[in-house]
């Protein structure tokens, strides 16, 4: 059973530019969530979806949004990237949005903005 | 809202002692109780989780970790420490709220000395 994988592992963008971030969710796994971790501090909740909806949402602007395709895969794109933007993003798949449903994380995207 | 706290952003065993981690919480709803490791470059792994059945979770690699609900505290401990355990460890609590979102602390990194 393949896990949860991320892409690409590292990427570096320039202030004001826009990236697209990719997660592909464990099989079987209709609930996708994104966090980011700055460097020394814990994951933030960014936004989670559920079957292509957007199921709730963190304390970030919306130049943070995101998409759920119908294989259950997700992206996550910000806008005008500011120098605080450099974190590594994790996704976390779960078999279903309840709140007894583990989440399984992938290894993360690290973002470096210069 | 629901918070997490973990005192000691560093601690130092030598191998085979006793590790302990703290954490307390806040939640204004029965919480579930999650501890993550972080090793370098790398996602996060579930250690183990608290679902308001025992009180005494046992998880991998020998940690387990006590919800005392009086104390609002689900401290992490392990009886003798490997140099393997040397890693980052996360407290996080979830509770039944928009996107039933993980709310992670701020870490406590994990030295073992020889």
């Known amino acids: 059973e393949t896990g949860v994988t991320q892409s690409p592992t590292h990427l570096i963008k320039t202030r004001g530019q826009q990236v697209t971030l990719r997660c592909s969710s464990q099989?079987?796994?209709?609930?996708v969530s994104w966090y980011q971790q700055a460097l020394g501090q814990g994951p933030q909740f960014i936004f989670q979806?559920?079957?292509?909806?957007?199921?709730g949402r963190g304390n970030f602007p919306p130049r943070f949004s995101g998409l759920q395709f119908p294989n259950y895969s997700s992206e996550l794109n910000v806008n005008a990237l500011e120098l605080d933007d450099s974190a590594l993003y994790l996704c976390?798949?779960?078999?279903?949005?309840?709140?007894?449903?583990?989440?399984?994380f992938g290894p993360g995207t690290r973002l470096t903005v210069t | 809202a629901q918070s997490v706290t973990q005192l000691g952003s560093h601690v130092s065993v030598s191998e085979g002692a006793l590790v302990l981690l703290r954490c307390n919480y806040s939640s204004s709803v029965p919480p579930y109780l999650f501890w993550y490791v972080q090793y370098p470059n790398q996602g996060l792994q579930l250690l183990l989780k608290?679902?308001?059945?025992?009180?005494l979770v046992k998880g991998i690699n020998g940690f387990e970790a006590e919800f005392k609900k009086s104390e609002t505290s689900f401290h992490l401990t392990k009886p003798s420490a490997h140099m393997s355990d040397a890693a980052e460890y996360f407290c996080a609590v979830r509770g039944v709220n928009a996107g039933n979102m993980l709310t992670f602390g701020g870490g406590t990194r994990l030295m073992v000395k020889p």
């Open positions: 979806y559920y079957r292509e909806e957007e199921n």
């Open positions: 608290y679902t308001s059945a025992a009180t």
């Open positions: 099989s079987g796994h209709n609930t």
């Open positions: 976390a798949s779960s078999l279903d949005r309840g709140v007894a449903y583990e989440q399984y």
